[in-house]
């Protein structure tokens, strides 16, 4: 097996009984980028001098016996929208191309005390904003399994790179489906932690009362390692919570047997899902039921309002944050102005992109005098609406399932139409409103040898119980396989 | 529902953003597309109905007040486009 090749589970165990150095697997890794990157362009930078560095202080450590945990040695990639020291943050915006953080966010923070390597930082859609990674200021990045295709987004550098084993982690960001529609794209496990279970310090604001980071990984064990490496309280985040952590691979290889699977109708009802999809989805449930688990169909009557209540708040949410781009304490200043609103308005007319400048008019629309009730206030309690929903299927399921998006991955350029690609993120929406966890895994390949995804769902904190199932679905399901890199012009 | 252009005007003054007339037109287009879905929330009964803005439902965290070191101020401004004596530089604002 070469080092790349290697999962976070392998990689660590190999590193623990010292088969491979940390220099090894980060040159391997470094070579695999070398060669793929100029197909796939999952990445905005890479930090190689730190990287090595970084490596051989690891490989001191293992020799003297004094490394900083069983991670101790591992590159990740980390999306480029969470704050790294001296190296550059972007956004994949024209307005933070010269950004470098002061500070360290949280989880690298964590990462840095655990020995993980920042191996790279990851191409994301402008702010997060978008579902393919064709919003980024500094180009398109493409899906592993056909060139030809996007990656999904916004963390859609993050998932083609594990894709395409540039790296066994990558750190992503979900505010309405982030992390879990490109995983289910780039055919690997993506997980949204409950929110306030990873702390939002350092990550780049998009809508502060959904955005969460999570892992993106080749195994659902690897995604449980990974919440043991990030989850937990933090000070400088007052969202976090302070609560108890569990050892998140608790559940894994434990049996499914009895547990209560709920599928909403509506999900599956629903307008634009592809047969495929549906299929696989279909065969998700026998194989749950196969193992012993008790899958029935139930409802979840506001799923179909959704989307559109996310769009609005989101928005609304979205503009507060971005008004701090102004030209004066960091990031792009245009050169011709006349007064300091002026400064202003060239400043940002010059530095966001149109999707970004499309969210801010409809977040300050929906804020502003007189549409205030009709809009914003009318879709804060529809999310009310939703959560109830919600508490109402976690009072009988352990976890609900649904398909992750309704069509595997589309091709660059297709959805030019903003709505179509918003209704992308339908089924992955809900679960920022109501706080919840859910994760992708992949469950088949299309007809045309794209990934599909299965999307589960679970309660606040209850990460452990919805690996527990995510676990045995992948065990009883073949495997996908590795990407292609089909439809290149390379 | 129709935006008029004078109303996504003012939205772009309130996003201190100016746009050309092709992009006022292509803003109108977009937000009358998303504002058709959000009247569809209306199907739905919200009286009595609380909002919820934050899923948490947590109010004033709160720390103790205790003197920590600040970052440090070079560092914090090395970023800003124009600065002197680590201050930011700001064209005039009060005449």
Not at chain 1, 50 to 59: G, L, N, P
Not at chain 1, 310 to 321: C, H, K, M, Q, V
Not at chain 1, 394 to 401: A, E, H, R, V
Not at chain 2, 40 to 61: W, Y
């Amino acid at each position: 097996m070469k080092a790349y090749e290697m999962t976070l589970k392998q990689a660590a165990q190999a590193l623990e009984r010292k088969e491979i150095s940390s220099v090894e697997l980060t040159q391997s890794l470094l070579d695999r980028i070398g060669g793929l990157e100029p197909q796939v362009r999952a990445l905005n930078a890479v930090c190689e001098t730190q990287a090595m560095e970084a490596a051989r202080k690891s490989d001191q450590r293992r020799a003297s016996g004094e490394a900083k945990s069983g991670m101790d040695g591992i590159p990740a990639v980390v999306k480029d929208n969470i704050c790294t020291e001296g190296t550059k943050t972007t956004c994949s915006s024209k307005i933070l191309a010269h950004f470098v953080p002061p500070y360290n966010a949280h989880v690298i923070e964590r990462f840095n005390a655990q020995g993980i390597i920042t191996l790279a930082k990851s191409n994301l859609d402008e702010f997060a904003m978008g579902s393919s990674t064709e919003n980024s200021a500094f180009g398109a990045s493409k899906n592993p399994w056909n060139l030809s295709c996007v990656p999904g987004g916004s963390s859609g550098g993050s998932a083609a790179a594990v894709s395409a084993q540039m790296a066994p982690l990558a750190l992503g960001s979900d505010t309405g489906g982030s992390i879990r529609q490109p995983a289910s794209y780039c055919g690997v496990v993506g997980l949204k932690p409950t929110y306030g279970a990873v702390s939002r310090y350092g990550l780049v604001a998009f809508a502060s009362s959904f955005d969460q980071i999570g892992p993106f990984t080749r195994t659902v064990e690897d995604a449980a390692l990974a919440l043991n490496a990030i989850c937990g309280y933090d000070k400088n985040d007052s969202t976090s919570m302070n609560a108890e952590y569990p050892d998140y691979a608790a559940g894994i290889g434990q049996d499914v047997k009895g547990m209560r699977i709920g599928v909403p109708k509506e999900y599956f009802a629903s307008e634009g899902l592809s047969e495929e999809v549906k299929a696989s989805g279909q065969n998700a449930m026998k194989t749950f039921e196969n193992l012993g688990a008790i899958v029935e169909e139930t409802t979840m009557p506001t799923f179909e309002y959704a989307l559109t209540a996310y769009y609005i708040i989101s928005s609304a949410e979205a503009t507060s944050n971005l008004s701090r781009y102004d030209g004066v304490k960091y990031g792009h200043r245009a050169e011709d102005f006349d007064g300091i609103v002026d400064l202003y308005v060239k400043t940002r007319n010059e530095g966001f992109g149109d999707e970004v400048k499309r969210r801010m008019m409809l977040g300050n629309y929906v804020l502003s005098s007189g549409y205030y009730d009709a809009y914003y206030l009318k879709a804060l309690k529809v999310r009310t609406l939703i959560k109830q929903d919600f508490d109402k299927l976690f009072d009988k399921y352990d976890c609900i399932l649904s398909p992750t998006a309704p069509t595997p991955a589309f091709a660059a350029g297709a959805k030019s139409d903003p709505m179509h690609m918003y209704l992308t993120d339908i089924y992955t929406v809900p679960v920022n409103l109501a706080g919840l966890t859910a994760m992708s895994l992949p469950c088949g390949l299309s007809s045309g040898g794209l990934p599909i995804g299965v999307h589960l769902i679970a309660k606040p904190m209850n990460e452990v119980t919805m690996l527990r199932a995510a676990y045995a679905l992948e065990q009883a399901l073949p495997p996908i396989g590795d990407p292609t890199f089909a439809g290149g012009d390379a | 529902m129709q935006v008029p252009i004078s109303e996504v005007e003012k939205i772009a003054v309130l996003s201190r953003l100016s746009l050309t007339e092709e992009e006022k037109k292509k803003h109108q287009h977009d937000l009358e597309e998303v504002l058709a879905l959000a009247q569809r929330l209306n199907e739905l009964d919200t009286t009595d109905v609380k909002p919820t803005a934050h899923i948490q439902g947590v109010e004033n965290v709160l720390r103790a007040d205790e003197i920590r070191p600040s970052m440090d101020n070079e560092k914090l401004t090395a970023n800003a486009p124009e600065r002197e004596n680590g201050c930011f530089i700001v064209p005039k604002v009060v005449e």
